[in-house]
């Protein structure tokens, strides 16, 4: 359950979750411009930048990602097997959908997407769209009629 929780709050991969024992993958910090705690997580895939900028920097805004950070300093992390995941959650779901629903659960929050692409470590915005978007969800926006232009 912890490992799930880590990767559905604060949008982490997989192997970052997992990553999440090792100390020098991680760090704590605490932040004077947000004053709030922020968990910076080193992203090993990205060889073409400087090392420096290779850490992504995830703020801890709500009650659940506060519990994250409790869970991270217990240890108390352990992966689940993808069989176990598709036998109480559904078949279609993989050790990434706690990563995917990230987006959408931030939006729910009042989130921006510009924030929550960077807080996935995206180099822009476009990834985020494309790869995390909710694929089944129907929206849209509401324009009122006096916006609207007519049609000759």
């Known amino acids: 359950y912890n490992w799930l929780l880590l990767s559905i ?3 982490l991969r997989p192997f970052e979750v997992d990553g999440l024992l090792k100390a020098k993958t991680f760090k704590i910090e605490f932040n004077t411009d947000i004053k709030k705690q922020v968990l910076l997580v080193y992203q090993s895939k990205l060889m073409s930048i400087a090392e420096k900028e290779r850490w992504k920097r995830i ?3 709500f009650e659940e990602q506060l519990q994250c950070i409790s869970i ?15 036998k109480y959650i559904g078949q ?3 050790l990434y959908g706690g990563r995917k629903g990230f987006v959408d659960l931030m939006l729910s929050k ?6 929550i692409s960077t807080w996935l470590g995206h180099k822009d915005i ?3 769209w494309v ?9 849209y926006t509401e324009v009122p009629a006096s916006k609207l232009k007519s049609v000759k």
């Open 59 to 61: 703020p801890i805004i």
């Open 9 to 11: 709050w604060l949008g």
């Open 92 to 94: 279609g779901i993989t």
């Open 110 to 115: 009042g989130q921006k997407l510009e924030d």
């Open 72 to 86: 991270i300093e217990t240890e108390k992390i352990k992966r689940p097997l993808t069989k176990t995941v598709r």
């Open 126 to 128: 476009s990834t985020t």
């Open 131 to 139: 790869h995390y978007k909710n694929r089944i969800k129907v929206s």
